[in-house]
């Protein structure tokens, strides 16, 4: 539920977290557990509980968020050495925080494995 869930609390501010960067559709913050030197959470203010959730109408909100990403990506100073923008969508991928989010990774040499 969207009150409870831990990302609407973010978004709204509840828990105090600084946004490193924010859009019309979505904020950024950093990750509480990093996985590489760089790693940022953008999250949409709307709660969807994955990308299934994406409709047509929320396209501009999807939109947002890469490009937000891509922002995020070209302020941290990777772009010289690239990064990774994911997002998990259920268990098999290991979904932990069920509202839609893309994880921003760089910094590091990261693993080419991705499955
Ligand atoms: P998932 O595993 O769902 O793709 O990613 C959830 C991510 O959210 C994890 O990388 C986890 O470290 C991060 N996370 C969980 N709770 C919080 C929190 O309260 N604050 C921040 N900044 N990150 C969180
Ligand atoms: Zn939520």
């Given amino acids: 539920m969207p009150d409870e869930c831990i990302f609407c609390r973010i978004v709204r501010g509840e ?12 904020v950024a913050f950093r990750d509480l557990s990093p ?9 949409p203010r709307k709660h969807l509980t994955a990308l299934r959730d994406v409709g047509l ?3 501009c909100v999807t939109g947002d968020a890469l490009a937000l990403a891509a922002r ?3 302020e941290s100073g990777l772009l ?3 990064y990774r923008v994911l997002t998990n969508d259920g268990p098999d991928a290991g979904q932990t925080v069920h509202h839609l989010h893309f994880h921003v990774l760089g910094g590091k040499k990261l693993e080419a494995s991705l499955g």
């Fill in 80 to 82: 010289d050495g690239g």
């Fill in 72 to 74: 995020v990506a070209r």
């Fill in 15 to 26: 828990l105090g977290t600084d946004f490193i960067a924010e859009s019309e559709h979505n």
């Fill in 35 to 43: 996985q590489a030197p760089i790693h940022v959470l953008v999250v």
């Fill in 57 to 59: 109408d929320d396209q």
